[in-house]
């Protein structure tokens, strides 16, 4: 029953501090991974429209295309004239490794289609809408002492600990905090 205390403690602990490691802590754990067509990708047969249909980009996150270069390819366009028409003659950046990892760095609307026409014309598009990285304070749950319950910190510090690509510093930082805490419970559960 101790070390259960003693281990809701530490977890409770690792989730107050979490906010406080600083912004790109926070930050990092807010950013996603989208892999464009999950399990069949960039392909003819997959349903892009479905896929991104309620799906958000904020700024930060990483958008993924797997596709077979041998067949296929992706371009990206400047107008939603041409992503709608399927213009592909002007295109502003070309994708042609058939792993494509794409930082969405700033706001806007950008638009990606196949380099095939009549692929592009059957759907293999996707437009994607970046929107502001939001306010980490807003995004963030805070636990309290009194709030403290397994099922509530089991989900806080998955999101809390678990950045998506931080940087070296804060990946750093954060795996000394776990170690810290990890020495922490074995020196307490060792008395």
Not at 19 to 36: D, M, N, T
Not at 54 to 75: C, H, L, M, N, T
Not at 154 to 167: F, L, Y
Request: charged content about 20%; proline content about 5%.
């Amino acid at each position: 029953m101790a070390n259960v205390i003693i281990l809701n403690m530490a977890i409770a602990l690792v989730v107050i501090m979490a906010p406080s490691l600083g912004p790109k802590w926070v930050v990092a754990s807010q950013l996603h991974h989208h892999v464009v067509g999950n399990d069949r990708g960039w392909d003819p047969s997959s349903d892009i429209a479905t896929w991104s249909s309620g799906r958000s980009f904020r700024v930060g996150d990483k958008i993924w295309f797997a596709y077979s270069a041998a067949q296929e390819s992706i371009v990206e366009l400047e107008s939603k004239d041409e992503y709608e028409s399927c213009d592909v003659r002007n295109p502003i950046r070309m994708y042609t490794y058939g792993l494509e990892g794409i930082d969405l760095v700033e706001e806007g609307i950008r638009y990606f289609v196949s380099s095939k026409p009549e692929s592009c014309r059957k759907g293999l598009k996707l437009h994607v809408e970046v929107m502001p990285l939001s306010n980490p304070d807003t995004e963030m749950p805070r636990v309290t002492a009194a709030a403290v319950d397994n099922s509530i910190l089991t989900t806080t510090v998955a999101d809390a600990i678990a950045p998506t690509t931080p940087s070296g510093s804060v990946q750093l930082y954060g795996n000394f905090m776990l170690l810290f805490v990890a020495v922490w419970l074995c020196s307490c559960m060792a008395f």
